[in-house]
């Protein structure tokens, strides 16, 4: 089996660079639902429907996913943190230590 290593400055800048992906992602979003409904102003009749009806199916899975990635940088930030006190509560530990 393969090992790597990994430092936690490492995943933070992956945890901000996620972040920043998931923000550029929710504005680009909102830019299709702003030109969505434009154009829905310009149709008329089925197709406009079935284009309204489609895209508000995928804008809601857009929002799902936004959501899911919020949830998993909040999560990875949350176990950098608590990884970090614990190396800091070792550091403590192994300093003040004599023989």
């Known amino acids: 089996?393969?090992?790597?290593?990994v430092s936690a400055g490492r995943v933070?800048?992956?945890i901000n660079e996620l972040a920043a992906l998931n923000s550029r992602f929710?504005?680009?979003v909102e830019e299709l639902r702003q030109t969505e409904g434009s154009l829905n102003g310009m149709w008329e009749g089925?197709?406009?429907?079935?284009?309204h009806n489609a895209f508000h199916a995928d804008s809601l899975q857009m929002e799902s996913f936004y959501g899911t990635v919020?949830?998993?940088?909040r999560t990875l930030d949350e176990i950098v943190n608590k990884y970090?006190?614990?190396?800091?509560?070792?550091?403590?530990?192994a300093t003040r230590r004599n023989y």
Do not use: P, Y
């Open 46 to 51: 089925e197709s406009r429907a079935a284009f």
């Open 26 to 28: 929710k504005k680009q």
């Open 1 to 5: 089996m393969g090992e790597f290593s």
């Open 84 to 93: 970090e006190a614990a190396e800091r509560r070792n550091l403590d530990i």
């Open 12 to 14: 933070r800048t992956e």
């Open 70 to 73: 919020l949830t998993f940088v």
